[in-house]
């Protein structure tokens, strides 16, 4: 038997039954278009008539040499006597003309790359026997025009340029704007010109007869697989070259045949707010590109169901039928053609955020999706959305208009702020405290002792700075909308101004930093907040809990961002950075004491005074998380973060010679002389602290080990914070974690001061603080000798913001501005890979340090604590190798909540089923049509 | 049968029959000193004759809670009857008194850990008795005064205080210095007092018989295997704490009795040049401590030959029969008593260097070794001696005496150098042109810049870096001695001086270091240069090279190190770095105008003045190498390394800013505008080109990627050297390497622009150019990513500093400084990282990738190019681990030759072995005898 290229619309089934009932096979077969168009008209919905030529066929033809396989003539013929009888029309009748349109449609949507055709089937007596039918020569002229032009480009190739110039020049004798402006008179004269230029550049006539029109039109459509354009799509998409693509020939339908024509879009629910209500626009007596294009104005739907009853109910039934078949909100084109109601696609809709929360839970409320499939509807960006106020796309656009577009930076930190520009953290704090405005932070780049500033600001910006430097972490950490890596904002800090280009902006003027686009604004922006309370949103999130298998957890340094995170979801802290703590303004001067110390005793007694003050912030914490463990990373940063920076005090020191040698009396020269010398002092130890790399420096447990004295007076306050909560009969449950380990060596000599510790510390009652001891897995030598350090350690803790640093051998301090912005432009890194998870390098480190922890001490508790802790690639790798959880900031929790169900979900063996049981093989989301 | 607890020194075969036939366990029961004893004694050594308590009557004792075990007081007394009749002298008999020592000796050296106690036998009557019979009452007093001394603190625990109090109060009393110049009078006071003293402390009399005397001191040679010391001494030494000790029970000999009797050590061959020729000192009438002691003037043995040759004859033979059985040059101690000849001990004996290499080549030449015993017999360390002059060790003695010692820092590059301080590249490079002395150059560190007053210095000192810091690599590159990280090194610049404590050395003062031990001297030291092109040092090197199967390839960036190398024997280039050949007083201008560049033009021009430069650098390479392969390493470090210091440029600035305020006319004012200008424009690219950590930063393959000009200029320089030398008959053979790369896809990126620029440049000639490309494997997800690199890479050249940093996240330039040193000291870590390389952390990464470029790659190259290459303990891993060669610094070339054998030697499953066929059990070296 020879091989069938043709399927009708209403052939599903025998196309399905060829294709031993897999939808895939089907979709193969057909095109994504084709088989949608079908599944369609399988439904009963009033689809236009028509067929598809297979792929087969397309690659038949394309081996074949371009010519066509056999029998595809005749089943043209035959399949378009069918489309005949269903319309009652005559491809080529003058007197009841059948026009139809020819699209491409391949397996995968290839949005821009298909090529179409429309109105075949049209000639100079086809004209004038339809402009009689619809009393419209106008009307059906401008049909011809089109396909003139159309066919001349798409299947003779010819280029659009002669036409348009054509085209323009009427617009311009008439004085108008648009094509459908011109008179029929002009439209004749056109179909005349358009003719001499195909006949120009194609040596021939335009063909008249439909079918060699058709014809040509299907090899066009064919040989376009092979272009160039399409080819390189193919390429950068990674679909495979062999799939061909079928073609769609349907039947024309016109929804300006005058006032009982219309063309619309209706979407099944709102798009923006989700509500369960169709929604949509339409306009009588017009064509598709009319509603789209925004020239004409819209009526909504509401006017159809008003004016039209019988057919906005119609639809309705239509779009419920679609919604419950595709399981999803449909996005739904129709046309009415002389009071005929067509649908001509439907596809799943777009939606924001909240909508696409509020929509996923309610189909399941609807019966239509299970909560399973309801998890994977949303993502996890999605939900981000609803923890930050956005600026409002609208008041955007308007300030684009308006030029008050600046920049675009790194988007570091999602959400938009809007604010007066401070350019220190002090001033920051000072207005805060004075003034009414918000603040915006400008920054070189952010330290520590710019923490502060931060924290009392709306949103922050620096100059430069990469996606995981200072500003971009701490930010992330409180929700700071933040823009970073700005390379084009010029900060002149001594005129107490910033340039962009050459726009000024002072200290004191308004600016709006968008964090979740990296856009930066002059003036304002309008923001709306999202609601974080949805009903939705916190339904959903419940059946990701049902879900997930691992734990999330909260980076968290103080009981504000633990009960934030708790709230959220968080069931542990993950990590408590006690560097924030020090930073405090009331404490920044003691532990700058004890780093200037000059004799033990002098650090002891700085290190005495900062203890009540740590046993209390880790009072608050155990509070806060009412039970749940906290684990606290021991001192990590090099000690000269504490410090100012060097350049700024060789500025200082020779600021202060300078006004010496200026100064008159002697009050103010011994005034200077201290200074000088304090500034010197300082100088001097900085100098001394200062390292060439100090990420790969003096930090971490290399600090405790140096200075022994200092992780003493942090364990101590540990043990005395939890002898506290023992009397308050709660049970706290500290983890005590040594950051930056590299050699089991390191845990064994801190094990023992821990245990020294805790015994003094807690005495008898020592049993009954159920405390833990870990590491963080920062260095790669620690994931490679994980199994030495499991022997002491009872935790490991990933941390993989260092980890991919010292693994790629690239700071992130510096990275992106330097180089990794270009490597991804180029092509040469896929991702940023600390933004996700690199499984190829840094992921292969943490699977054998899962596995050799796991054998060296069986159950030990294994989470991730750096960035990617809330990322939901990563959190699929940690998904994947089996961590027990992922710890990221409180405002993150939901995401990491979520992407973690997802992760269990899409698990290649998952046999937790996305799909309905009840679901048939036609399943699956409607094919792109562009 | 019950356990035999003894075996005299005659009674080898019984033991060694007992233990099985097993050296080894011989060992383990008589102790090395007493298998060493009953060794020499079956030879026909004459021994004075003893016996053995073996180690299990020691564990007997110890485990019988100190009670003799059963049977052993009857056979001490079996035993001592033996020796009183091999002597003829009876114990305890005061007409004919047999004394005796007792010492431990256990399995293994533990040097001063062991109890001795002399004289073992003597009371008031035996005193009377060998009075007379010596006719030196003399002589017996001071023996005795010793007995009761020796045995009041060894046995009863008596503190050593009181009695030299009283041995001090007499010494005074007669205004001399030493005891032996007491009067028979005093010490016969003396041991009046010194038995008060053990009668006050003990509580009892000293025992006074001599058989108590005996078996108290075997008690107490017993406890002392368990003393605190020698518990602590096997806790570090990983000695096992079961094994026990051995007692030696001997009769004594003196060669203090008059004109035939004497004293003295000898060598069986020069120590000193290794010339075979017995050589020895000896002193008459005298005890072993004074020829040591150097209190008397010895005479050399060549008197003894002459006073008593049939003495030194015996002597002569013996140490030949010794040196044959032994097998290696023998250090033999001997007494004449009243003309019998006794030797007291032999053991390997200690020599120098050069000594070292001649004696283990001259034993071949005997038949006394293999040619791989003698590969064995010389350390990689001692080769190095060869390469440096060396400070002489008794001109350094003196200059201690002197107070001129300064201090110690790190020695990282051998040898000594004296010279005049220069505070400052540029001026080292003007004295060294200027005057006459040799220069110093002092630095807080080095950097690039800094190179060329290197080259032109005789040694290094700075005050910080580590061991692999700037100063440190290129000073071994270059063989300067170099100490650095000396931290008590104050440099104060304005003021053109350098401070150590209280001391002040100016600019222009004379200081000498010693890169060997990392000692820093005022003034100057005598050095001496050891001959390299020693004849028995290549023969050695010669065997060496039959033996390795690991190539030796050199670092060398100019013909000069190349040539040097090449002569050494190095096989290829492993690692040209390219960056040295920019930093040419005449390349840095363009180098920096390249950098500063404000366009691509510009740039450009820039590289092209630099191309023929490159150019002429590889013709010289090639050339020196004479067709052997040639790595070169595209440029690696950050651009910064080639601009002025940012902490400077800061200071120069506002230096400026002070001069133009006191600046009095305008001609001034306007070149100090202009100087400020250049330096804000200079400092402005340095801010603007800031890392926080560069060495994770801009620089290697990033460089090449993000500015694609300058990869270009070096590879075409790279194909116009190849064919010059086409041209001229040779047969260049360049490696292309990229440095830090992190991704295959950098590799194939760059891959592309080799061999397009090779086709351009060669052209038709390409196929007569063998180029290879390849990579560092440098950044752990290199190593972890090998295979796919492999697919591009068709070699892999391991840079095992970078490794090391990144791997472990310790900066190289910071860590020794900041806290390693503490790790050393503290014992977090065993080796410094980049000395030895890291078989648990860095190895396994090594490792890996060696596996998984094999993979992906059969046959693909693989060296070791980092510091690395010339230490033994990492040449042994990269022979273990299969690589095909290491590269190291030319002067480290015969080391790391000799490395490589010695890897072979010492390979576990070896096959090669190092012992002769015809030695017997008896085999082992000499125990150390404290």
Same mark, same amino acid.
């Given at each position: 038997?020879?091989?069938?290229?043709?399927?009708?619309?209403?052939?599903?089934?025998?196309?399905?039954?060829?294709?031993?009932?897999?939808?895939?096979?089907?979709?193969?077969?057909?095109?994504?278009?084709?088989?949608? !168009?079908?599944?369609?008209?399988?439904?009963?919905?009033?689809?236009?008539?028509?067929?598809?030529?297979?792929?087969?066929?397309?690659?038949?033809?394309?081996?074949?040499?371009?010519?066509?396989?056999?029998?595809?003539?005749?089943?043209?013929?035959?399949?378009?006597?069918?489309?005949?009888?269903?319309?009652? /029309?005559?491809?080529?009748?003058?007197?009841?003309? !059948?026009?139809?349109?020819?699209?491409?449609?391949?397996?995968?949507?290839?949005?821009?790359?298909?090529?179409?055709?429309?109105?075949?089937?049209?000639? =100079?007596?086809?004209?004038?026997?339809?402009?009689?039918?619809?009393?419209?020569?106008?009307?059906?002229?401008?049909?011809?025009?089109?396909?003139?032009?159309?066919?001349?480009?798409?299947?003779?190739?010819?280029?659009?340029?002669?036409?348009?110039?054509?085209?323009?020049?009427?617009?311009?004798?008439?004085?108008?704007?648009?094509?459908?402006?011109?008179?029929?008179?002009?439209?004749?004269?056109?179909?005349?010109?358009? /003719?001499?230029?195909?006949?120009?550049?194609?040596?021939?006539?335009?063909?008249?007869?439909?079918?060699?029109?058709?014809?040509?039109?299907?090899?066009?459509?064919?040989?376009?697989?092979?272009?160039?354009?399409?080819?390189?799509?193919?390429?950068?998409?990674?679909?495979?070259?062999?799939?061909?693509?079928?073609?769609?020939?349907?039947?024309?339908?016109?929804?300006?045949?005058?006032?009982?024509?219309?063309?619309?879009?209706?979407?099944?629910?709102?798009?923006?707010?989700?509500?369960?209500?169709?929604?949509?626009?339409?306009?009588?007596?017009?064509?598709?590109?009319?509603?789209?294009?925004?020239?004409?104005?819209?009526?909504?739907?509401?006017?159809?169901?008003?004016?039209?009853?019988?057919?906005?109910?119609?639809?309705?039934?239509? #779009?419920?039928?679609?919604?419950?078949?595709?399981?999803?909100?449909?996005?739904?084109?129709?046309?009415?053609?002389?009071?005929?109601?067509?649908?001509?696609?439907?596809?799943?809709?777009?939606?924001?955020?909240?909508?696409?929360?509020?929509?996923?839970?309610?189909?399941?409320?609807?019966?239509?999706?299970?909560?399973?499939?309801?998890?994977?509807?949303?993502?996890?960006?999605?939900?981000?959305?609803?923890?930050?106020?956005?600026?409002?796309?609208?008041?955007?656009?308007?300030? /684009?208009?308006?030029?008050?577009?600046?920049?675009?930076?790194?988007?570091?930190?999602?959400?938009?702020?809007?604010?007066?520009?401070?350019?220190?953290?002090?001033?920051?704090?000072?207005?805060?405290?004075?003034?009414?405005?918000?603040?915006?932070?400008?920054?070189?780049?952010?330290?520590?002792?710019?923490?502060?500033?931060?924290?009392?600001?709306?949103?922050?910006? %620096?100059?430069?700075?990469?996606?995981?430097?200072?500003?971009?972490?701490?930010?992330?950490?409180?929700?700071?909308?933040?823009?970073?890596?700005?390379?084009?904002?010029? !900060?002149?800090?001594?005129?107490?101004?910033?340039?962009?280009?050459? %726009?000024?902006?002072?200290?004191?003027?308004?600016?709006?930093?968008?964090?979740?686009?990296?856009?930066?604004?002059?003036?304002?922006?309008?923001?709306?907040?999202?609601?974080?309370?949805?009903?939705?949103?916190?339904?959903?999130?419940?059946?990701?809990?049902?879900?997930?298998?691992?734990?999330?957890?909260?980076? #968290?340094?103080?009981?504000?961002?633990?009960?934030?995170?708790?709230?959220?979801?968080?069931?542990?802290?993950?990590?408590?950075?006690?560097?924030?703590?020090?930073?405090?303004?009331?404490?920044?001067?003691?532990?700058?004491?004890?780093?200037?110390?000059?004799? =033990?005793?002098?650090?002891?007694?700085?290190?005495?005074?900062?203890?009540?003050?740590?046993?209390?912030?880790?009072? #608050?914490?155990?509070?806060?998380?009412?039970?749940?463990?906290?684990?606290?990373?021991?001192?990590?940063?090099?000690?000269?973060?504490?410090?100012?920076?060097?350049?700024?005090?060789?500025?200082?020191?020779?600021?202060?010679?300078?006004?010496?040698?200026?100064?008159?009396?002697?009050?103010?020269?011994?005034? !200077?002389?201290?200074?000088?010398?304090?500034?010197?002092?300082?100088?001097?130890?900085?100098?001394?602290?200062?390292?060439?790399?100090?990420?790969?420096?003096?930090?971490?447990?290399?600090?405790?080990?140096?200075?022994?004295?200092?992780?003493?007076?942090?364990?101590?306050?540990?043990?005395?914070?939890?002898?506290?909560?023992?009397?308050?009969?709660?049970?706290?449950?500290?983890?005590?974690?040594?950051?930056?380990?590299?050699?089991?060596?390191?845990?064994?000599?801190?094990?023992?001061?821990?245990?020294?510790?805790?015994?003094?510390?807690?005495?008898?009652?020592?049993?009954?603080?159920?405390?833990?001891?870990?590491?963080?897995?920062?260095?790669?030598?620690?994931?490679?000798?994980?199994?030495?350090?499991?022997?002491?350690?009872?935790?490991?803790?990933?941390?993989?913001?260092?980890?991919?640093?010292?693994?790629?051998?690239?700071?992130?301090?510096?990275?992106?501005?330097?180089?990794?912005?270009?490597?991804? /432009?180029?092509?040469?890194?896929?991702?940023?890979?600390?933004?996700?998870?690199?499984?190829?390098?840094?992921?292969?480190?943490?699977?054998?340090?899962?596995?050799?922890?796991?054998?060296?001490?069986?159950?030990?508790?294994?989470?991730?604590?750096?960035?990617?802790?809330?990322?939901?690639?990563?959190?699929?790798?940690?998904?994947?190798?089996?961590?027990?959880?992922?710890?990221?900031?409180?405002?993150?929790?939901?995401?990491?909540?979520?992407?973690?169900?997802?992760?269990?979900?899409?698990?290649?063996?998952?046999?937790?089923?996305?799909?309905?049981?009840?679901?048939?093989?036609?399943?699956?989301?409607?094919?792109?049509?562009?």
């Amino acid at each position: 038997m020879s091989t069938r290229w043709i399927y009708g619309f209403n052939a599903l089934d025998a196309a399905t039954e060829r294709c031993g009932g897999e939808w895939d096979e089907v979709l193969g077969l057909l095109g994504g278009k084709g088989a949608n !168009l079908a599944d369609m008209t399988r439904l009963g919905i009033p689809v236009p008539p028509g067929f598809t030529i297979t792929t087969e066929a397309c690659n038949a033809y394309l081996d074949g040499g371009h010519v066509l396989p056999d029998g595809l003539a005749d089943e043209i013929s035959v399949a378009l006597k069918s489309v005949e009888a269903e319309t009652n /029309k005559t491809f080529g009748d003058p007197a009841n003309p !059948l026009l139809v349109s020819c699209r491409s449609g391949s397996k995968f949507s290839m949005p821009g790359m298909m090529d179409t055709v429309l109105n075949l089937g049209l000639n =100079d007596d086809v004209t004038d026997g339809m402009a009689k039918i619809f009393d419209n020569r106008r009307f059906v002229l401008d049909l011809y025009r089109r396909l003139i032009q159309m066919f001349g480009v798409v299947v003779t190739g010819i280029p659009d340029e002669p036409f348009e110039v054509v085209l323009g020049a009427f617009r311009e004798s008439r004085g108008v704007n648009s094509d459908s402006e011109l008179f029929e008179d002009d439209l004749e004269r056109i179909v005349r010109r358009f /003719k001499e230029i195909y006949r120009d550049h194609a040596g021939r006539d335009f063909p008249s007869d439909p079918m060699d029109q058709l014809t040509l039109a299907v090899q066009a459509v064919f040989a376009s697989w092979n272009g160039k354009r399409a080819a390189a799509y193919r390429e950068a998409a990674e679909i495979p070259h062999n799939l061909g693509t079928a073609v769609n020939v349907q039947a024309m339908v016109f929804g300006n045949i005058g006032q009982t024509s219309a063309t619309g879009v209706v979407v099944t629910r709102n798009a923006t707010t989700g509500a369960p209500k169709m929604t949509g626009d339409f306009l009588i007596n017009s064509q598709g590109e009319d509603v789209v294009s925004g020239v004409r104005q819209t009526s909504t739907i509401e006017v159809l169901r008003r004016e039209m009853p019988e057919l906005y109910a119609q639809l309705e039934r239509h #779009a419920e039928m679609l919604e419950r078949h595709y399981r999803d909100m449909q996005d739904i084109e129709f046309t009415i053609e002389r009071g005929k109601m067509w649908l001509l696609q439907t596809r799943n809709g777009k939606r924001t955020a909240q909508a696409a929360v509020r929509i996923a839970v309610e189909l399941v409320s609807d019966g239509v999706i299970t909560k399973h499939e309801a998890l994977t509807r949303v993502t996890p960006r999605q939900v981000e959305f609803f923890l930050h106020p956005q600026f409002d796309t609208e008041s955007k656009r308007r300030a /684009k208009d308006e030029g008050r577009y600046l920049t675009t930076g790194l988007n570091v930190s999602p959400g938009g702020a809007v604010g007066i520009v401070a350019l220190d953290a002090d001033l920051a704090v000072r207005w805060a405290g004075e003034r009414e405005e918000p603040v915006i932070l400008v920054r070189p780049e952010t330290k520590p002792d710019d923490v502060h500033g931060m924290l009392v600001s709306a949103g922050v910006l %620096t100059s430069s700075g990469g996606r995981t430097s200072h500003a971009a972490l701490v930010a992330r950490q409180f929700g700071k909308p933040a823009v970073v890596g700005a390379q084009e904002v010029d !900060l002149h800090l001594e005129a107490r101004l910033i340039t962009v280009g050459s %726009t000024v902006i002072n200290e004191g003027d308004w600016i709006s930093v968008d964090g979740t686009t990296g856009e930066v604004f002059l003036g304002t922006i309008e923001t709306s907040l999202p609601e974080i309370d949805d009903a939705w949103l916190t339904a959903l999130l419940a059946w990701a809990d049902e879900v997930r298998e691992l734990d999330v957890w909260t980076n #968290a340094d103080n009981p504000d961002d633990a009960a934030l995170a708790f709230k959220f979801g968080a069931n542990g802290i993950g990590l408590c950075r006690t560097e924030h703590m020090f930073f405090d303004t009331a404490r920044l001067p003691i532990v700058q004491r004890m780093i200037m110390a000059s004799s =033990d005793s002098e650090r002891l007694t700085a290190l005495d005074e900062l203890l009540p003050l740590q046993r209390s912030d880790f009072v #608050a914490l155990f509070r806060a998380m009412e039970g749940r463990r906290v684990i606290i990373r021991l001192l990590d940063p090099p000690l000269h973060e504490f410090l100012p920076n060097e350049g700024d005090l060789i500025r200082k020191t020779t600021d202060l010679k300078i006004r010496l040698m200026k100064a008159g009396d002697l009050a103010e020269v011994n005034a !200077l002389v201290k200074e000088l010398d304090e500034t010197e002092r300082l100088l001097n130890r900085v100098e001394a602290l200062h390292e060439s790399n100090p990420m790969l420096g003096l930090r971490g447990v290399r600090l405790a080990i140096v200075i022994p004295d200092l992780p003493k007076m942090q364990i101590k306050a540990i043990f005395e914070a939890s002898l506290i909560m023992l009397e308050e009969g709660a049970e706290p449950k500290p983890g005590i974690m040594i950051p930056l380990t590299s050699d089991a060596a390191e845990l064994v000599r801190l094990k023992a001061v821990v245990d020294r510790i805790a015994t003094e510390v807690l005495g008898d009652r020592i049993d009954e603080v159920d405390y833990e001891y870990g590491t963080m897995i920062e260095t790669p030598r620690a994931a490679i000798t994980a199994r030495d350090l499991a022997e002491t350690a009872e935790f490991f803790s990933f941390g993989t913001n260092d980890l991919t640093q010292m693994t790629y051998g690239i700071s992130r301090d510096d990275a992106e501005r330097a180089y990794l912005l270009d490597y991804l /432009k180029l092509g040469v890194l896929e991702h940023n890979p600390f933004d996700t998870l690199d499984r190829e390098g840094v992921g292969v480190l943490i699977r054998s340090a899962v596995e050799a922890g796991r054998a060296a001490r069986p159950g030990i508790q294994m989470g991730l604590c750096g960035e990617h802790g809330g990322d939901p690639a990563s959190i699929a790798f940690c998904d994947e190798i089996g961590l027990d959880y992922v710890s990221c900031s409180p405002l993150r929790v939901p995401i990491a909540r979520l992407a973690a169900a997802q992760a269990v979900l899409n698990r290649p063996e998952s046999f937790i089923s996305t799909a309905d049981p009840h679901t048939d093989m036609t399943e699956g989301v409607a094919a792109d049509t562009a």
